[in-house]
């Protein structure tokens, strides 16, 4: 099982990123995807998960109507579109693979990819 992710960067305040996260070794079609962020200091928090089938989208209401979440069923990927970016989104972000339980919290998720930093400031 592997998952990486990629794309973060430093924006500006109300710049838009998109994170990809690329999986191998894992069944898609019942599974659930998601992405989760880390700030300095505080605690892994969920932003955004997809069902690989059927696209139902799970987001946090920190991001709703600025983030989307989308998968690519040919090439295994997840993507997190994110725009008007804000200083507060400044965090690592880890894409997962949901294994069990809340879709919402860290511990329904069984596989991590690695982080990828996204830094907005001005």
């Known amino acids: 099982v592997q998952l990486q992710a990629s794309g973060g960067g430093l924006v500006q305040p109300g710049d838009s990123l998109r994170l990809s996260c690329a999986a191998s070794?894992?069944?898609?079609?019942?599974?659930?995807m998601g992405w989760f962020r880390q700030a300095p200091g505080k605690e892994r928090e969920f932003v955004a998960a997809?069902?690989?089938?059927?696209?139902?989208?799970y987001y946090a209401d920190s991001v709703k109507g600025r983030f989307t979440i989308s998968r690519d069923d040919t090439e295994n990927t997840v993507y997190l579109q994110m725009n008007s970016l804000k200083p507060e989104d400044t965090a690592v972000y880890y894409c997962?693979?949901?294994?069990?339980?809340?879709?919402?919290?860290?511990?329904?998720?069984?596989?991590w990819g690695q982080g990828t930093q996204v830094t907005v400031s001005s």
């Open positions: 997962a693979f949901h294994v069990g339980g809340s879709v919402y919290s860290p511990y329904g998720y069984g596989h």
């Open positions: 070794g894992l069944t898609f079609s019942s599974a659930r």
């Open positions: 997809i069902r690989w089938s059927g696209d139902t989208t």
